[in-house]
T-cell receptor
Framework: AQTVTQSQPEMSVQEAETVTLSCTYD???????LFWYKQPPSRQMILVIR??????QNATENRFSVNFQKAAKSFSLKISDSQLGDTAMYFC???????????????FGQGTRLTINP | DGGITQSPKYLFRKEGQNVTLSCEQN?????MYWYRQDPGQGLRLIYY???????QKGDIAEGYSVSREKKESFPLTVTSAQKNPTAFYLC???????????FGAGTRLSVL
């Protein structure tokens, strides 16, 4: 079974600073996907960024980028120029590649509560 | 607008009562999922469905039931057998061609 661990329950930074959220995972699979989801106070889960394990290049989405270290099973999220609207719970998630596509399930970490202070 | 609609936003259950949470999507997505979120924990999978009239148990299916009679609908029933139902419930759906799950806004269930 796969497990996802987020070792930072809470983090707090000043607006405009850069912050990095950590995530490690455990799997024996070679083909999988990794995600960061954001859950603001509204509790809507919003996809931030996705990484395919077979791609060596780290994914980026505007101010959000990841550092994917497959051998170390590490998948950290870097938020640059942080904004007040980035305040949210952030969840790291793992999805194993399944032959039966509908069976692809997300396994979530416990989350990191990020606060951006003005 | 296309999206995933969960209703109601808040729901209260009395002792011994079954309650049903609604999840509807107009994205023409194939697979649908139900997750439970407890404080201090990540989401855990309750049930999922790959196609109409088919569904599989997730990691914490005991005390829950689902149906998938239409592609766009995947209701979750919290039965009286679920002794600790208080949680936030999230529905998600996924298009087979994309390995991304999209989520609804959730339902908060509490016990009276």
């Amino acid at each position: 079974a796969q497990t996802v661990t987020q070792s930072q329950p809470e983090m707090s930074v000043q607006e405009a600073e850069t912050v990095t959220l950590s995530c490690t995972y455990d799997t024996s699979e070679n083909n999988y996907y990794l995600f960061w989801y954001k859950q603001p106070p509204s509790r809507q889960m919003i996809l931030v960024i996705r990484q395919e394990a077979y791609k060596q290049q780290n994914a980026t989405e505007n101010r959000f980028s990841v550092n994917f270290q497959k051998a170390a099973k590490s998948f950290s999220l870097k938020i640059s120029d942080s904004q007040l609207g980035d305040t949210a719970m952030y969840f790291c998630a793992f999805m194993k590649h399944e032959i039966t596509q509908g069976a692809q399930k997300l396994v979530f970490g416990q989350g990191t509560r990020l606060t951006i202070n003005p | 607008d296309g999206g995933i609609t969960q209703s109601p936003k808040y729901l209260f259950r009395k002792e011994g009562q079954n309650v049903t949470l609604s999840c509807e999507q107009n994205l023409n997505h194939d697979a649908m999922y139900w997750y439970r979120q407890d404080p201090g924990q990540g989401l855990r999978l309750i049930y999922y469905s790959q196609i109409v009239n088919d569904f599989q148990k997730g990691d914490i299916a005991e005390g829950y039931s689902v149906s998938r009679e239409k592609k766009e609908s995947f209701p979750l029933t919290v039965t009286s057998a679920q002794k600790n139902p208080t949680a936030f419930y999230l529905c998600a759906s996924r298009l087979y061609s994309k390995n991304i799950q999209y989520f609804g806004a959730g339902t908060r269930l509490s016990v009276l």
